[in-house]
C-alpha cells in the first residue's frame, strides 16, 4: 500500500506538472489511452517494487497490527535501495513538480502589466500551501514507516 501510494502520489504530480507547466501539449500527452497506459504503469511499478521483498524475506506478519510489515533490519543494503528508490527519488520528482508549477505561477503573476496586474487571491495561496502541507506530512508519515 505504501510504495503503491507513493507512485500514485508522483504520478499525480507529474500528471499536475504537465497540466500546468506543459498545458499545450497535455491532450496529447494525457489522451484516455495513455492515460490507462500510466495508471496500468504505476501499478505494475508497484507491483514489479514489492517482489523483491518475498525474495529477500523483509515482509513479516505483526499480530498486533494485523498486516504484514516491512522489516528493516533483515538486509540494511536491501532497506537503503528501498529508501532511496521508493521514497526519496519519488518524493524528489514531486518536490521538483510543485517546485516547478509554483515557479510558473509566480513567473506569470510578475509578467502580467502592473495595470492589469491580478491580485494573488487568498484561495491561491490556500491551495498551494495546503498541497506542500499534504506533501509534507506524507513523507513524514512514511519516512517514520522506513526509519
Known amino acids: 500500500n505504501v510504495i503503491g501510494a507513493v507512485f500514485n502520489i508522483t504520478g499525480i504530480a507529474i500528471n499536475r506538472y504537465c497540466y500546468i507547466c506543459l498545458s499545450l501539449r497535455y491532450d ?6 495513455n492515460s490507462l497506459c ?14 523483491p521483498n518475498l525474495c529477500v524475506g523483509t515482509l513479516q506478519y505483526y499480530p498486533r497490527v494485523y498486516s504484514c510489515t516491512f522489516t528493516q533490519s ?3 543494503a536491501y532497506t537503503i535501495a528501498v529508501v532511496v528508490f521508493h ?10 513538480c510543485y517546485l516547478r508549477i509554483w515557479a510558473l505561477v509566480l513567473h506569470v503573476i510578475w509578467m502580467v502589466k502592473p495595470d492589469n496586474k491580478p491580485k494573488l487571491k487568498p484561495r491561491d495561496g490556500r491551495n498551494f500551501v495546503t498541497m506542500f502541507v499534504v506533501l509534507v506530512l506524507f513523507a513524514l508519515s ?3 514507516l522506513k526509519g
Open 28 to 33: 496529447r500527452l494525457y489522451s484516455s489511452k
Open 38 to 51: 500510466c495508471v496500468f504503469l504505476i501499478w505494475m511499478l508497484t507491483l514489479v517494487a514489492i517482489v
Open 74 to 76: 533483515v538486509n540494511s
Open 87 to 96: 521514497f526519496i527519488v519519488p518524493m524528489l520528482v514531486v518536490i521538483f
Open 142 to 144: 512514511w519516512a517514520r
